[in-house]
C-alpha cells in the first residue's frame, strides 16, 4: 500500500491497526512523517470509549509505535520497551514483523521479564503469545540452541506462574517451536479445564514430531 492510499483509507475511516502493521515491514522516514500528521490531523486517540460505549481503538499510540520503528529502527523498539503503557504495542509489532532480527530485539528489550517470568505479570504472557507466533508457526524463526533452551526455562517457569486456563495454555502452545522431549513429557502431564483440555496432548504430539521430523534430517 502506497502512503498515498493509506493517507485516502486514514481519512475515509478505513484504516485499521493491521494496515499499519504490515506497513511498517518496509519501514521509511517518509511513512513515519505520514503516520505522525495523519495521528495529529484526524485526533487519533490512544485510549477510551466510542459514543456508543464501545472500546476506541488506541490507533495514536500504534502510529507512534510504528512511527518510531520506521525512523530509528529495532533500537527505537527496545528504547521504548521499558514504558509500560507501550510495551504491548512494541511486543505486537515484533510479532508482526517476525524477523531474525525482531526475535532478537524481544529478547534484549524484555529480557528481564524472560529472566524473572513471574514478576512480569501480563506482559510476560504476552511475551510467551508472541514467541507462539513466531516459532511455533511456518515460517518459524530458526533459534539456536542457547536461545531454546533459556526460552523453554522461561515457558515452563512461566506455566507455574499461570493464574487461569488460558494463560497455562499460552504457556504450553509456544513449546511447539522449540521443546525438546522433556517439555512434550512435561505438557503430557498438565491437565487443563475447557476449552484448553487437548493443548497438553497436542502441545506433545507436535514436539515430538518436529524432533523426529529433525532427527530424520541428520540421518
Not at 59 to 74: D, F, H, L, Q
Not at 135 to 148: E, Q
Request: charged content about 25%; aromatic content about 6%.
Amino acid at each position: 500500500m502506497s502512503i498515498t492510499s493509506i493517507k485516502k483509507r486514514a481519512r475515509a475511516g478505513t484504516l485499521d491497526v493491521e494496515h499499519l502493521l504490515k506497513e511498517a515491514i518496509h519501514p521509511s522516514s517518509a511513512l513515519a512523517d505520514a503516520i505522525d500528521a495523519l495521528s495529529v490531523e484526524l485526533g487519533w486517540r490512544d485510549a477510551g470509549v466510542s459514543e456508543h460505549g464501545n472500546p476506541i481503538v488506541p490507533m495514536s499510540t500504534w502510529a507512534k509505535v510504528v512511527s518510531i520503528y520506521c525512523r530509528e529502527g529495532y533500537g527505537g523498539l527496545i528504547r521504548i520497551s521499558d514504558d509500560a503503557s507501550l510495551a504491548p504495542f512494541v511486543i505486537g509489532l515484533l510479532e508482526e514483523l517476525k524477523t531474525a532480527e525482531a526475535l532478537d530485539a524481544l529478547c534484549l528489550a524484555f529480557k528481564r521479564h524472560l529472566d524473572e517470568p513471574c514478576q512480569g505479570g501480563k506482559i510476560a504472557f504476552r511475551i510467551a503469545s508472541a514467541l507462539n507466533l513466531m516459532l511455533s508457526f511456518k515460517p518459524a524463526l530458526a533459534v539456536d540452541s542457547i536461545r531454546a533452551a533459556a526460552l523453554r526455562t522461561f515457558l515452563c517457569t512461566l506455566y507455574g506462574c499461570a493464574d487461569s486456563e488460558a494463560q497455562r495454555a499460552t504457556a504450553l502452545l509456544a513449546l511447539r517451536g522449540i521443546g525438546d522431549e522433556n517439555n512434550a513429557g512435561f505438557a503430557v502431564s498438565k491437565r487443563l479445564r475447557s476449552p484448553w483440555q487437548d493443548v497438553p496432548r497436542l502441545v506433545a504430539k507436535h514436539i515430538r514430531k518436529r524432533l523426529a521430523a529433525e532427527a530424520k534430517q541428520h540421518v
